[in-house]
Structure formats: C-alpha cells, structure tokens
C-alpha cells in the first residue's frame, strides 16, 4: 500500500513526454535539493550519519544527523517544514517532498 502511495504520487510530476525519470528526479533532488544535498547529512540513503566531531567543556563528541529513510511520510513531512539543531529550511513544494521520501523507499529497499 506504501509503495502504491509512492507511486500515485509521483506520477504528476512526470508526463510521457519527461526526459529524465522520477527515480532520477527524486536523486537528484535528494543531492541538490536548495544548494546544499540531503546526503552531506544523512548519508546516501537516508541512513544518517555524523556531520561534525567536536570538543565541549574537553569532552569529545559528535553531532549526528538521524537517519530518515526509516520515518514516515507525515513525520518526514513535518521535519522539512521546521528549522530544527542544524537543519536548513528548503521550503520544498509537496511534490518535492513527495519525491524526496519516494526516493529514499526506494534506497531503502536497495540495502
């Protein structure tokens, strides 16, 4: 049901006559989305990573972006919207957005 969702979705932002897939689309969205890609901070496939290690008060730690190809769409959704510890609004339309956790349903399954 999840995937007939994906796919429902995703299918206004292509017509027959598309020159690029909406596989392809959605990639490149996720590495380019408002200048800075997706996958600097969490990872290739959404599966989060560390961005940054640091020293505070001289304890070593880290700043860790979560992974988010395991969240759904509606919490998925909310992230974007919110400027949240280091995340930069994009102010993605829904479709972007759409495309975006379309993209990483499908990285996912690639494991």
Not at 8 to 20: E, K
Not at 86 to 107: C, D, H, I, N
């Amino acid at each position: 049901m999840k995937y007939l969702l994906l796919f429902v979705f995703s299918l206004p932002l292509f017509s027959a006559s598309s020159f690029i897939t909406p596989m392809e689309y959605a990639s490149q969205l996720y590495k380019n989305p408002r200048g800075i890609g997706c996958h600097h901070c969490h990872g290739e496939k959404g599966e989060g990573k560390i961005v940054a290690n640091y020293i505070d008060k001289k304890e070593q730690k880290s700043f860790r972006a979560p992974a988010i190809n395991e969240i759904g769409f509606k919490k998925f959704y909310r992230a974007l919207e919110v400027r949240k510890n280091g995340m930069p609004r994009y102010f993605l339309t829904k479709k972007e957005v759409q495309s975006l956790y379309f993209y990483l349903q499908e990285m996912k399954g690639e494991k």
